[in-house]
């Protein structure tokens, strides 16, 4: 089983793995040459993400041909887009399925078996696929809550509207359930998972409509979870009601993922994100009135269709606003169905690459001086597990998403603890173990 692209496809692919081992006793395996099943979800956001699925499709051809009996499915975005055209261009594949069909995947290969032709369903089903997934099991301290899923919002370069569908929330009740099962099993840090987390509007059992906001707050109402973790969210949405939440509550990490895209507002309207460069930069001087010292982690496309150098400019004076302490940033790939494919684009590739090296620097500095701005402090952690770097070392994640490795015993795994920041590397922090908790 393999996945690529986004949280939400990493995510859909852990549930069909449950799937599939209770419903036909699957186990899951990454060694290609003992599967019986190869499931490879895959991911459309770039060219070069698309491009891997078709080199791997070849090479698993080779052992499909040693062992004619093993089967493929090939999931997620670029099977949402291509449907049959997979079966065109790979006809060793047996199962197509979509990112809101993942829960049919049993079904397709015993229709597969049964009729001896492969099978594609990559439709957009009314009915809620949660329905139809086992009750999640935790494995370890975090975990992942799928809260929303699809985009209504159609920017003119992506193609998640046309791959995931447009918004659905799941309901308010179905997600607490699963959030307080999950902290029943030792769940301490939950991320809630949606491409804008913030257009999340649930229904209540009565009938209303619960907003980002008060999911927010009924989540830290639930025993056990300590942390809470959400990704992405969209500026358009982020309401005051969300800050507010940063002020009242404790459990929310000092930590938001904001995608800005541009700081140039010409760009922003051809890119359709619907807010400006100022409004943007609003809803961060409030989060960092809400809560002070806040990390603010975004996404940036570079070379948009027609952006000037004097745009990349305004990118770059925004980046030196904020602060940014993490980006995805990447160059424009023009994605075939997207309204942006088909403007003119004049800016030579090695110009994109040279701005978006500038940029990542720029960003790479804010989030070393952030950093060295730690050093001393104590932080609450969360041991994830032992240290990569060797005996008797653990590793951490801190408030703002950093890891931290640090002297500990192994009984500290899953649990949270203080430690005083005592090293800076440029991609983690070293620590001692002040307190238990
Ligand atoms: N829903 C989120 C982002 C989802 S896609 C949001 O709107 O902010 C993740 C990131 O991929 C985007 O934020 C964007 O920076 C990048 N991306 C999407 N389409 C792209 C394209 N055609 N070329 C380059 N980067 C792209
Ligand atoms: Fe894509 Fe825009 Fe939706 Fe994000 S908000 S998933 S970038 S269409
Ligand atoms: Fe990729 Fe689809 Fe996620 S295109 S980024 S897997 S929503």
């Avoid at 359709?272 to 460069?277: D, S």
């Avoid at 590793?395 to 640090?406: E, L, S």
Wanted: with cysteine; aromatic share 6%; net charge negative.
């Amino acid at each position: 089983m393999r996945s690529f692209g986004c949280q939400m496809n990493d995510y859909d692919t852990g549930r069909l793995s449950d799937l599939l081992r209770d419903a036909q006793s699957y186990e899951r395996t990454e060694n290609l040459e003992e599967a019986d099943l190869v499931v490879i979800n895959t991911c459309s956001i770039r060219e070069k993400a698309q491009e891997k699925v078709f080199s791997d499709l070849g090479r698993i051809r080779e052992v499909k041909k040693e062992r004619p009996e093993m089967r493929i499915a090939v999931g997620g975005c670029v099977a949402s887009q291509e449907g049959e055209n997979i079966l065109k261009r790979a006809p060793w594949v047996d199962v197509v399925f979509g990112p809101q069909t993942l829960h049919r995947v049993p079904e397709l290969l015993d229709e597969r078996t049964r009729t001896g032709r492969a099978q594609v369903d990559v439709s957009f089903p009314e009915i809620e696929k949660f329905d139809h997934l086992p009750t999640p099991e935790a494995h370890g301290a975090t975990a992942f809550v799928s809260i929303m899923e699809g985009c209504s919002k159609y920017c003119s370069y992506c193609v998640v509207p046309y791959t995931r569908g447009e918004e659905i929330s799941r309901p308010l009740v179905d997600v607490l359930v699963e959030i307080a099962q999950l902290a029943d099993q030792g769940v301490k840090e939950v991320t809630l998972l949606g491409q804008n987390v913030n257009a999340y509007r649930g229904v209540t059992p009565e009938g209303d409509t619960a907003d980002f906001a008060l999911l927010l707050d009924y989540v830290g109402q639930i025993d056990g979870i300590e942390r809470i973790r959400y990704t992405t969210s969209h500026p358009r949405e982020f309401t005051q009601r969300i800050i507010d939440c940063y002020e009242r509550n404790p459990k929310l990490v000092s930590h938001v993922h904001l995608p800005v895209q541009s700081g140039s507002d010409r760009v922003l309207a051809a890119m359709k994100r619907g807010y400006t460069a100022l409004e943007y930069k609003s809803i961060v001087r409030r989060l960092k009135k809400a809560r002070p010292g806040i990390s603010i982690a975004t996404d940036i496309i570079v070379g948009f269709p027609g952006e000037t150098a004097e745009d990349f400019e305004e990118t770059m004076k925004l980046v030196e606003d904020v602060g940014f302490d993490a980006s995805f940033s990447f160059v424009f790939s023009p994605r075939p169905g997207t309204p942006a494919a088909r403007l003119p684009d004049d800016t030579p590739y090695e110009v994109k690459i040279e701005r978006l090296q500038r940029l990542q620097a720029a960003i790479d500095a804010h989030a070393q001086r952030i950093s060295e701005s730690m050093l001393g402090n104590l932080e609450r952690v969360l041991v994830l597990g032992p240290a990569r770097r060797g005996e008797g070392y653990l590793m951490a994640r801190t408030d703002n998403n950093r890891i931290v490795n640090f002297p500990g015993s192994p009984e500290l795994i899953n649990r949270m603890v203080t430690v005083r920041i005592t090293e800076v590397y440029p991609h983690s922090l070293g620590g001692e173990l002040v307190q238990e908790d």
